[in-house]
């Protein structure tokens, strides 16, 4: 079973720029993560999916982060413009729907803002 | 979600058992104990869970106190690559979709 996919793996970028992250979840897995983790600290969750429809995105900074998942699969989270406090390595998670929901991790993209 | 508290950092010798400890006093009814470790430029990557009955899978064990105020995750046998970042979480289970908080974590390496 193939699992959670991310890219770019590392991305560089100035300040006031944009940036999108692209996940593609384990197939069949109908709710979808957004996690931020900072140098040092645990992740933390920024938008929770399940299939097309947001179910929790209160600790997303909606002035210039957004995020999709238009046809309930693939995901995108997108930061515009980032600033340099946005540095964090930014994972993607799915789970199914079933008793355990065990949430299964992407390798993360790690973005440097300069 | 309940709190957890976990030491920040611990060793343990290659081939021996490692005892992580994690303690949840404030822990509901129906909050399950999740373990997660995270190894360096790696995802989370799921271990274990249990709501009150001790566990055990291939990778690991999990001893809940009759009371569920504390539990321990035991790794049987620790090897070089259980180096990692370990999280105690608890969470509402069953339910589709609880997020998962992550605290510090405890930081263990093994050592040969």
């Known amino acids: 079973e193939a699992g959670v996919a991310q890219s770019p793996r590392y991305k560089i970028i100035e300040k006031r720029q944009s940036v999108a992250f692209w996940c593609n979840p384990i197939?069949?897995?109908?709710?979808l993560y957004w996690y931020q983790q900072i140098l040092g600290q645990g992740p933390k969750l920024l938008i929770q999916?399940?299939?097309?429809?947001?179910?929790?995105d209160s600790q997303l900074p909606k002035d210039r982060f957004s995020a999709e998942r238009l046809k309930g699969v693939d995901s995108t989270l997108k930061i515009q413009p980032a600033k340099l406090e946005d540095s964090a390595v930014y994972l993607c998670?799915?789970?199914?729907?079933?008793?355990?929901?065990?949430?299964?991790f992407g390798p993360g993209t790690r973005l440097t803002v300069l | 979600d309940a709190k957890t508290t976990q030491p920040t950092s611990m060793d343990c010798a290659e081939g021996r058992a490692a005892n992580l400890p994690c303690n949840h006093s404030t822990i509901s009814g129906n909050e399950y104990v999740y373990w997660y470790r995270q190894i360096h430029s790696q995802g989370p990557q799921y271990i274990i869970h249990g709501l009150k009955n001790n566990e055990t899978n291939e990778m690991a064990s999990l001893i809940i106190t009759e009371d569920r105020k504390s539990s321990t995750l035991i790794l049987p046998h620790a090897t070089l690559r259980d180096t990692a970042v370990y999280y105690c979480i608890v969470r509402v289970g069953g339910a589709a979709g609880n997020k998962l908080t992550f605290g510090g974590g405890t930081r263990v390496l093994v050592k040969p």
């Open positions: 998670a799915s789970s199914s729907t079933g008793h355990t929901d065990t949430q299964y």
């Open positions: 999916f399940q299939n097309n429809g947001v179910v929790d």
């Open positions: 197939s069949g897995h109908a709710t």
